[in-house]
C-alpha cells in the first residue's frame, strides 16, 4: 500500500492540476505537496505529471490513477463520517495541534464537560498532517500563518513570543538580569516555527549571543519541559504557556516580547443550527479566549 498522505497529495493536486491549489485544500505548504508527490513517484517507480514550462499535465498513469483514488477517497470518507458523525449523537469530534490541546485546551476543557456533562469529547491531536477527512470534525482548531479566509473560521488568539526558564535556574549562580545574560545558558529551540531565538534577540537588541547553539526540540511541550526541568531557556508563547506561568514552574526573566506571525484558528461546520452542541462548545471556547 503507497503511503496514504502521498496519495492524498497527489488526488488534490492531480484534481486541480495544481500544487497551488492542492497546498490550499489540505491545508499544508506547496513544498509538503511537491515532497509528497515525489514520494509517491519513487515509490511506484513512475512519473505521474509531466512538469513542462512550470505547468501541470497527468501522464498516462496519471491519468489513470486518478479516478481511482478519488473514488475511493469519497468512499472511505462517507463511511467514516456515517460511523462518528450521527446528528443525533451527543459526541463531539475535535481536531487541534497537540501543542494547544495538551497545554492550553485539556487545563480548561474539565470546565466544559462540567456545563455540558452529556457531551461525550472525542478529541485528536494532530500536528502538520495532511487532512483525510476534515468533515469528519464538528470542530477543528489549526495554527495558521495567514489568515484563515473561510467564511466559518475564527481568530481565536495570536501569540507572544518570549523566553521563559524554571525559577532555579532564575536564582541559580548565572543571574538573568538583562538580556544579554543569555549568553551563560543554554538555549532551547523548537524546530519548524517561523519565529526563533535568532528574531527574538534581534527584536531585543541584543548582541553577543549565538543563537545557533543549545538543545533542540520537535514539539514545543519537549522544550518547555526542558526549560521547567532546568535545562536551559525556552522561547514560550503566550496564552499557552500562561497556565504554567500562573503555577509558578515557569517564570518570564524579561518583559520583552515579540509578536508571532500566526495565530489559532476555530473552524466549525457551517450549519450550527442543527449542530447544537458544536454551538454550544464554539460560544464556550471563544469565552475561555475573552472573545465576544
Keep these: 500500500m503507497p503511503p496514504l498522505n502521498a496519495l492524498k497529495a497527489f488526488e488534490a493536486a492531480a484534481r486541480h492540476l495544481s500544487f497551488t491549489a492542492a497546498s490550499a ?11 509528497q508527490v515525489r514520494t509517491l513517484e519513487n515509490y511506484l517507480g513512475l512519473n505521474l505529471f509531466n512538469r513542462a514550462h512550470q505547468r501541470l499535465a497527468l501522464t498516462n498513469a496519471g491519468k489513470a490513477y486518478l479516478p481511482m483514488l478519488t473514488t475511493s477517497f469519497d468512499l472511505i470518507g462517507q463511511g467514516y463520517k456515517e460511523i462518528i458523525t450521527d446528528k443525533t449523537s451527543t459526541h463531539l469530534n475535535i481536531k487541534a495541534p497537540s501543542s494547544f490541546s495538551v497545554q492550553w485546551l485539556l487545563p480548561r476543557i ?6 455540558h456533562p452529556s ?30 479566509l473561510k467564511s466559518d473560521s475564527t481568530l481565536l488568539f495570536a501569540e507572544e513570543i518570549f523566553p521563559v526558564c524554571s525559577p532555579e535556574l532564575l536564582a541559580g549562580p548565572e543571574p538573568l538580569l538583562q538580556p544579554s545574560d543569555l549568553a551563560n545558558h543554554k538555549l532551547l529551540h523548537i524546530n519548524f516555527y517561523p519565529e526563533d531565538w535568532a528574531m527574538w534577540l534581534a527584536h531585543a537588541g541584543v548582541i553577543g549571543v549565538n543563537s545557533e547553539l543549545g538543545h533542540r526540540f ?5 522544550t518547555l519541559k526542558s526549560a521547567i526541568h532546568g535545562s ?55 469565552q475561555q479566549c475573552h472573545i465576544s
Aim: charged share 20%; net charge negative.
Design 25 to 35: 485544500e489540505l491545508n499544508v505548504t506547496q513544498a509538503a505537496i511537491s515532497h
Design 119 to 148: 457531551i461525550d469529547v472525542h478529541l485528536s491531536a494532530q500536528d502538520n498532517d495532511i487532512g483525510f477527512f476534515p468533515d469528519a470534525f464538528d470542530i477543528e482548531i489549526r495554527y495558521l500563518l495567514e489568515p484563515c
Design 110 to 115: 474539565a470546565d466544559y464537560q462540567k456545563q
Design 218 to 222: 520537535d514539539q514545543s511541550m519537549l
Design 232 to 286: 536551559g531557556i525556552a522561547l514560550a508563547r503566550s496564552p499557552i504557556v500562561n497556565h504554567k506561568l500562573a503555577n509558578g514552574s515557569l517564570v518570564e526573566p524579561f518583559n520583552i516580547r515579540l509578536t508571532s506571525q500566526g495565530g489559532y484558528w476555530l473552524t466549525t461546520k457551517s450549519d450550527l443550527t442543527t449542530c447544537p452542541h458544536v454551538a454550544d462548545f464554539k460560544h464556550w471556547l471563544l
